[in-house]
């Protein structure tokens, strides 16, 4: 693979330049912001202050994609994205199922072949896109929202509206190209607002249930 083989795959951007994408590069700050809120709301909380690092990180990746635009920039925006899905499900795991190290590492594990076989049904589904790659961690925060119903109302609700900004997030990602000859500057950008919003508010919703745990001790 030539890893500095430039990619073309927004609406905004025209050109191989840095700057060919000025709004979805300068949007990835919200990513920043939400990191540093959430690092600062979930002190005493080690992996609340992992998730919130990986944040960061995920603003970080997006930028160096949105601005060079090459493949390894890719894999730096990528990375961090499926290391934010990994820790928040080991941390599902074992704060709102109570499992232990080993049981919540394997489940966590499970991930992979899940989004393997389910991201195959959902890339057959045209209109879908390039986020075809993302409906599977929609689809299972609704699935953990489902189950915690009962266990843990609040925690379920919380999922709930993390589902929904997802899938309002999604639908910007994928109307990027379609949109692109009545909106120049495509609707990318909205896919990093919203997106930096729903991460944040996942780990608002385990602080939530941490601090609710820890006051009822």
Known sequence: MDWTRQIDAYC??????FWSEPVNAATNAAFLLAAVIM??????????????AVLGLIG?????????????????????????????IFVANRAYWGLGLWSSL?????????AVVTGSL????????SSAGYAPVALLILIYALALA??????????????GLLAISLAFRTLDQPLCAA???GTHFL?????????????EVYRRHEAGRRSSI
């Open 12 to 17: 905004e951007r025209t050109d191989p330049a």
């Open 39 to 52: 690092w600062r709301r979930t002190g005493g909380l080690p992996l609340g202050r992992a998730l919130a």
């Open 60 to 88: 970080i990746g997006s930028f160096l994609f949105h601005t060079l635009a090459t493949e390894w920039a890719s894999m730096a925006d990528v990375g961090p994205i499926l290391g934010f899905i990994l820790l928040y």
């Open 106 to 114: 394997g489940l966590t594990a499970l991930f992979i072949p899940y």
């Open 122 to 129: 959902f890339a057959r589904l045209d209109w879908l896109g």
């Open 150 to 163: 009962r266990r843990l109302p609040q925690v379920a609700a919380g999922l709930g509206i993390g589902v």
């Open 183 to 185: 909106l120049p500057l």
């Open 191 to 203: 896919w990093h607002l919203l997106n930096a919003a729903m991460l944040g508010w996942m780990i």
